[in-house]
Nanobody, 124 residues
Framework: QVQLVESGGGLVQAGGSLRLSCASSGRTFSTLSMGWFRQAPGKEREFLAAISESGRVTRYTDSVKGRFTISRDNAKNTAYLQINSLEPDDTAVYYC?????????????????WGQGTQVTVSS
């Protein structure tokens, strides 16, 4: 089993930045590919970014390219999502997810483990 705990969310003004963290435990972190998703009020959960187990391969949904950066530190068993130039439309609960595979994916149901989420609220 893998336990994932997100942190780093909060209330920020538009134009600001946040770095979300996802701490993993229970399995060898370097064998898991990781993903970040978000769910805004009244909307379905959407894929944001994914990173391979080594960190060498990343993928992003088109709408966040250039503003969001996914990374990981396998020595710290932690994945990150850096979000710059925050906009009110970024307001959502942000989730990290882990997959028992070295291959990244944007498909939600291919992830095996999920965190509880962290709230990000962007004020205008």
């Amino acid at each position: 089993q893998v336990q994932l705990v997100e942190s780093g969310g909060g209330l920020v003004q538009a134009g600001g930045s946040l770095r979300l963290s996802c701490a993993s435990s229970g399995r060898t972190f370097s064998t898991l590919s990781m993903g970040w998703f978000r769910q805004a009020p009244g909307k379905e959960r959407e894929f944001l970014a994914a990173i391979s187990e080594s960190g060498r391969v990343t993928r992003y949904t088109d709408s966040v390219k250039g503003r969001f950066t996914i990374s990981r530190d396998n020595a710290k068993n932690t994945a990150y999502l850096q979000i710059n130039s925050l906009e009110p439309d970024d307001t959502a609960v942000y989730y990290c997810a882990a997959r028992d595979s070295t291959i990244t994916t944007a498909i939600e149901n291919r992830y095996d483990y999920w965190g509880q989420g962290t709230q990000v609220t962007v004020s205008s």
